[in-house]
């Protein structure tokens, strides 16, 4: 007879999934929120307006993703420190496909946005997972 399984303390795909992708929807929110009222009422150009709100979205991000979609138990010292190496390496692919997207191909500054969030929602999914919210 075989030992019984250890149950994992962390939530399975689907509910992690969810969980993600309800703080990642919040923490869009306020991407947009910030990229917004900097293009419209500031007039900052677009990619600048959209680096900060993505620096604002990211906060939020890491404080949902840990306590809510990933239950972590991981230390915050190491969470965040490769939270923000995935952050970097997203916020880099979020300031070029968005550069690509508005600049090169001319789209709507809030279209390009989209585009690119959705783009980036499985990368950072998968490495949020396996690796930065890990609580082993």
């Known amino acids: 007879m075989n030992a019984p399984e250890k149950r994992s303390s962390e939530p399975g795909h689907l509910r992690a999934f969810v969980g993600y992708v309800g703080a990642g929807g919040i923490a869009t929110a306020s991407h947009?929120?910030?990229t917004v009222v900097a293009v419209e009422l500031l007039h900052v150009p677009p990619v600048a307006a959209s680096m900060a709100g993505f620096a604002v979205g990211a906060t939020v991000k890491y404080w949902l993703n840990y306590s809510v979609?990933?239950?972590s138990?991981?230390?915050?010292?190491r969470a965040s420190v490769r939270f923000v190496?995935?952050?970097v390496a997203l916020f880099v692919l979020n300031t070029l496909l968005f550069a690509l997207l508005q600049e090169g191909l001319g789209l709507y500054y809030l279209l390009a946005q989209a585009i690119?969030?959705?783009?980036l929602i499985p990368p950072g999914y998968l490495l949020s997972r396996v690796w930065v919210f890990r609580s082993c």
Do not use: D, E, K, S
Not at 73 to 77: I, Q
Not at 116 to 119: A, F, I, M, P, S
């Open 85 to 87: 190496a995935v952050l």
């Open 32 to 34: 947009y929120a910030v």
């Open 73 to 77: 138990r991981a230390p915050h010292g």
């Open 116 to 119: 690119t969030t959705v783009l």
């Open 69 to 71: 979609a990933f239950q």
